[in-house]
C-alpha cells in the first residue's frame, strides 16, 4: 500500500508519460498506458509513482520543471532529470495533463497539486540557502555557541511574520550569552534565523529558572526549537551527566516528530536519549535504569496523580534543574484555582511548583483566548514574589476588567520582557483558487 499524499490523498491523472533519456535523444520510453496513469509524489526522498509504480526519487534530481499549455486545453509539464546515485539515468520527462475544463473539483486540485509538488522539490534541492550576516542581527552579537561564534545564520524557509502590533514592541537586549549548543546546528542551517531567536530569548529566561511562551505558528518549526532548548538546558554549565527534561504533548503518536528533531540536532551526541512514559507503570519506566534522561509523557497520563507525583521525583523535585516542555500548552488552560480546574490542569500546575528551580517551556499557538485561561503560565513573571501583582486572582481581576485591552497589553508587555515570541509564516506569493 502506498503511503498517503498530502491534500485529500487524490494522485493527479496523465494522458501520457513520456521519457526520454539524456544518452539517447532519438529513443523515447512511453510510460503510461493507453487510457493514461496516475501520477504522484511521496515520501521524504519525493519519490515520483507512476501507475503506482515507483519510477525514481526526484530529490537532488529534478533540476527544472517547464509548463507548457497546448491549444486544446490540455497541458505539458516537462521534467529535466539528472543521474541518480541508484543508477537512474538523465533525461526530460513529458506528463501531459488533461485541460481542466476536462476534469472534476477533486481531480483539478490534484493536477495543481501535483505541479506544485514538482515545483517546491526543485526550489529546496537546487536554490543556495539564504544567509543573513550575523553583523545585520543585533540580538546575536554577544551569543556564542560553546564558546565559539557564528558568523551568519540561515533564513527560515518561508518568510515569517508578526503582528503590526507586535513588531511595534522591541525585545530585550539579550547580552552575552553563551548556549550549550554546537555551532554546526547554525552553520549546517538546522536552526534557522526567527528560530534561534526564540532559543536565544528562551534560554536567556532559563537562566533564572524562568519561563518562556513560544507562540509560533505551524511551519515554523516549534518542534526543533524544544529539541534545541532540551538540548540546551541539559547540558548548560558543563554537568557531567545531562540533566532530566520532560517533553509532555498531546499524544503518544507525536513522539516521533520528537524523536526526529531530537535527532536532527544531533542530542544523542550529548548523551540524551528519549523514553515514553506509557503502556507501563509511569513509576516503572521512571524507575528503569536503562531509560533515557528525556521523558515524553501525554496530558492525558499526566491526569493520574501518581503519574504526576512519579515523574516530579524523576525529575528531582526541588533539586531538578532541567526543563519541563508543555507542547500544545493550551491543554491546561482550564486552571483557574485548586478548586476549579481540570485533573491535567492541576497536574501541569503541581510539576512546576514542585520543581522550582526547573525551566518551564510552554509552546502552542493558542495558548489561551481569555485571562482566566493564563493561571497555568506561573513562570512568565506577571504574579508572585516580587511582581506587580502577588497573586493571579489579582492579575486577572486588573486585566480582566480592561477586556480585549487588556489582553492585547499582556502579550506586548511579555513580549518586551523577552519571553514571548508569536510569529507565522506570510504565505508571501501564495495563490487561493476557489473552484465550484
Avoid at 42 to 62: E, Q
Avoid at 214 to 236: E, F, M, P, Y
Avoid at 244 to 269: M, N, P, Y
Amino acid at each position: 500500500m502506498l503511503p498517503a499524499a498530502r491534500g485529500d490523498g487524490q494522485p493527479a491523472w496523465a494522458k501520457s508519460v513520456t521519457f526520454t533519456s539524456a544518452g539517447q535523444p532519438s529513443s523515447q520510453t512511453e510510460l503510461a498506458g493507453k487510457d493514461g496513469a496516475s501520477v504522484q509524489v511521496l515520501g521524504v526522498r519525493a519519490h515520483l509513482f507512476i501507475a503506482r509504480c515507483k519510477f525514481r526519487a526526484l530529490k537532488g534530481s529534478l533540476r527544472a520543471v517547464r509548463h507548457q499549455q497546448l491549444s486544446e486545453g490540455d497541458s505539458v509539464l516537462e521534467l529535466d532529470l539528472s543521474d541518480t546515485p541508484d543508477g537512474a539515468a538523465a533525461g526530460v520527462l513529458q506528463i501531459r495533463l488533461p485541460s481542466t475544463a476536462d476534469m472534476d473539483t477533486k481531480a483539478a486540485w490534484a493536477a495543481l497539486q501535483f505541479e506544485s509538488d514538482l515545483r517546491f522539490i526543485v526550489g529546496t534541492g537546487t536554490t543556495r540557502p539564504k544567509l543573513e550576516a550575523k553583523a545585520n542581527l543585533a540580538w546575536l552579537t554577544g551569543v556564542s555557541f560553546m564558546g565559539k561564534n557564528v558568523d551568519a545564520v540561515h533564513c527560515h524557509p518561508e518568510p515569517m511574520l508578526e503582528h503590526p502590533a507586535m513588531r511595534g514592541v522591541a525585545l530585550p537586549v539579550l547580552g552575552d550569552l553563551d548556549l550549550a549548543l554546537p555551532a554546526d546546528i547554525v552553520s549546517q542551517g538546522l536552526l534557522s534565523g526567527p528560530q534561534l531567536q526564540a532559543v536565544c530569548y528562551a534560554a536567556r529566561s532559563f537562566d533564572k529558572a524562568g519561563g518562556f511562551l513560544l507562540g509560533d505558528g505551524t511551519g515554523c518549526g516549534k518542534g526543533r526549537v524544544i529539541a534545541a532548548l532540551i538540548l540546551h538546558a541539559a547540558c548548560r554549565g558543563n554537568v557531567g551527566c545531562p540533566r532530566r527534561c520532560v517533553w509532555v504533548s498531546t499524544s503518544r503518536d507525536l513522539v516521533k516528530d520528537a524523536e526526529r528533531d531530537l535527532r536532527d540536532i544531533g542530542a544523542s551526541r550529548y548523551g540524551l536519549s528519549l523514553q515514553i512514559a506509557s503502556g507501563r507503570s509511569v513509576a516503572e519506566a521512571c524507575e528503569s535504569s536503562g531509560g533515557g534522561n528525556i521523558l515524553f509523557a501525554t496530558y492525558a497520563t499526566l491526569r493520574i496523580a501518581d503519574n504526576a507525583r512519579a515523574i516530579a521525583r524523576w525529575l528531582g523535585s526541588e533539586n531538578s534543574e532541567g526543563l519541563l516542555v508543555f507542547d500544545e500548552a493550551h491543554c491546561a488552560k482550564n486552571f483557574a484555582t485548586e478548586r476549579s480546574c481540570t485533573r491535567q490542569g492541576r497536574a501541569v500546575s503541581y510539576l512546576q511548583q514542585v520543581c522550582p528551580k526547573a525551566s518551564v517551556l510552554y509552546a502552542s499557538a493558542t495558548s489561551c483566548t481569555q485571562i482566566s485561561q493564563m493561571a497555568y503560565m506561573q513562570r512568565l513573571g506577571l504574579w508572585g514574589e516580587g511582581q506587580k501583582f502577588k497573586d493571579f486572582q489579582s492579575f486577572r481581576g486588573y486585566v480582566g476588567s480592561r477586556g480585549l485591552a487588556g489582553m492585547e497589553a499582556v502579550a506586548l508587555e511579555l513580549k518586551s520582557l523577552g519571553v514571548f515570541l508569536a510569529r507565522s509564516l506570510s504565505h508571501a506569493g501564495s495563490r487561493l483558487d476557489v473552484r465550484t
